[in-house]
T-cell receptor
Framework: SQKIEQNSEALNIQEGKTATLTCNYT??????LQWYRQDPGRGPVFLLL?????KEKRKERLKVTFDTTLKQSLFHITASQPADSATYLC??????????FGKGTSLLVTP | KAGVTQTPRYLIKTRGQQVTLSCSPI?????VSWYQQTPGQGLQFLFE???????NKGNFPGRFSGRQFSNSRSEMNVSTLELGDSALYLC??????????????FGPGTRLTVL
């Protein structure tokens, strides 16, 4: 069966450090992968989309890598700030074009 | 541009009742998708509508249904409510022109509690 796995344990880091979140998937052949941010009580907000042939993509302090051989994406936030505290979700499109989400990883950045 | 709006924001129902949730997408967006979010299962895809046609459906029972109107507004209906239907229901809109590729713009959700 298809699975999208994100670290269920919360990630606690100190302000200014780089946060790295992992998304692993099985039984997908994704052409692209998306990352979203979700704050408590709110809907997810789109952050980045990376194509299978784009190994790495950057947007301001965010960097995403996509390794289709390892079936893994890494999401980095550099110079993290308390305002970056949220749950981060990765999402893949299945063969029926439905967008499937991982359960997300909670990030807490402390001053 | 106004974002995705969902009504109502909160709803309390009892088992066996039915409920209708409404979603107004961003102007110009033709695709509307619905998701159910629970602490245990995370965010799960319910269905997608594009130009008034259901284009995709997730693995949910037939009690969950939806429709889309000519102005792209969408409604989702759940009949014969069960306790397990308690969840945050999220609506997302996108341009929808390239299936699976467009970023999703989510609404704030409707929090449904079934007693």
């Amino acid at each position: 069966s298809q699975k999208i796995e994100q670290n269920s344990e919360a990630l606690n880091i100190q302000e200014g450090k780089t946060a790295t979140l992992t998304c692993n998937y099985t039984n997908y052949s994704p052409a692209y992968l998306q990352w979203y941010r979700q704050d408590p009580g709110r809907g997810p907000v789109f952050l980045l989309l990376i194509r299978e042939n784009e190994k790495e993509k950057r947007k301001e302090r965010l960097k995403v890598t996509f390794d289709t051989t390892l079936k893994q994406s890494l999401f980095h936030i550099t110079a993290s700030q308390p305002a970056d505290s949220a749950t981060y979700l990765c999402a893949l499109v299945d063969s029926g074009y439905a967008l499937n989400f991982g359960k997300g990883t909670s990030l807490l950045v402390t001053p | 541009k106004a974002g995705v709006t969902q009504t109502p924001r909160y709803l309390i129902k009892t088992r066996g009742q039915q409920v209708t949730l409404s979603c107004s997408p961003i102007s110009g967006h033709r695709s509307v998708s619905w998701y159910q979010q629970t602490p245990g299962q995370g965010l799960q895809f319910l269905f997608e509508y594009f130009s008034e046609t259901q284009r995709n459906k997730g693995n949910f029972p037939g009690r969950f249904s939806g429709r889309q109107f000519s102005n792209s507004r969408s409604e989702m209906n759940v009949s014969t409510l069960e306790l397990g239907d308690s969840a945050l229901y999220l609506c997302a809109s996108s341009l929808g022109s390239t299936r699976g590729y467009n970023e999703q713009f989510f609404g704030p959700g409707t929090r449904l509690t079934v007693l």
